[in-house]
């Protein structure tokens, strides 16, 4: 049987432009396809294998658990809930945690969060302010708050209640405020991952902060791809020496487990009571076995130190290679979430990448996005630099569409 069906055959349904490639085990930052081809993993399944792939140390933890519980309800007490969220205020300095399974119902949770904090402030029509270039997910409610209109295209009437204003100003920001009294909260990703590796700057998140504080909002930072050691600190937003409310993860957390957290500091945390919001999958043993190792594993191998400078040597690297290049743009972010964004679009990269063996992802159109296993080491970001700088340099030789 082909490893990839043509269209006609398929059974999936089509919403993926998908690479002819099947991939069949990985070891570290490393995959195999089903030809036994080895392919070098800068995409890290989007920001999800946090370890690498093949872990030493998470595999016999995840059989172990497999073999005793991987689902029981939330019916019932779920000790590895408990182990996992202590774990995670623990790092981020806030107070509580909902489980769910993915970013975006991380993210729906913590749009929940918001209109009930509204709703308990007598605001009936409370209102949540988002950003240009923003993503936050693919259902009805976080699509509304996703900026992108090829994602919102088709899936009208959008959800009400969201106002839009441009990144890292402040004055716009403002004015939202002052001319839409209903805004309950601010939520934003603290670097925005498919919009093209853009940073919240740090004053501009201080900024956020201080006026969450005055007006009594909730500060919601998705941290859904920029979380969970992606940085070289735990969160991106730590850089700014704040603290969120409101902090929606997933990808990373379980490193390839599906998972999702809300984390709440204490303005957020007990905003949903009994019987406001549930999942049956959340929380679940299996998941939560994934995210206690991997927050284990990433301390005790040091993987927050790694990420910065495996990070800047990754990026040193591209900035070497491509210096005097007039197409790129700008090499942006931070740790092991890079982006080089070209003048012009850059899909064709991501088959010749493969082809050259590696394993990358083009967002935004133009932006070439890394997002490596935090276990990456120096050598490997400079197999990442010598395989990709070519195609860069040759994409941008070709003339200017
Ligand atoms: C991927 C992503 C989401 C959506 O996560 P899913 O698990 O795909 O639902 C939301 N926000 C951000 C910032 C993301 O990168």
Redesign the pocket.
Known sequence: MNAVPSSSETHVMPTYGRLPVALSHGQGCWVWDTQGRRLLDALGGIAVNTLGHNHPRLVPALQDQVSKLIHTSNYYLVPLQEQLAAKLCEISGLANVFFCN???EA?EAALKIARKFGHDRGNTSPEVLVFEGA???RSIATLSATANPKIQAGFGPLVPGFVRAPLNDVAAVEAALDAHPNITAIFL?TIQ??GGINPARIEFLQALRSLCDERDLLLML?E??CGVGRTGKWFAHQWAGIKPDVMPL??GLGSGVPIGAVVCGPRAANVLKAGNHGTTFGGNPLAMRAGVETLKIMEEERLLANAEAVGTTLRNALAEGLAGESGVVEIRGQGLMLGVELDRPAGVLLQQALDAGLLISITADRVVRLLPPLILTHDEAHQIAALLLPLITAHLAQPKP
Do not use: C, Y
């Open positions: 993915s970013g975006l993210n993503f936050h997910g990703e991952g498919e998705d859904v791809q997933a990808k």
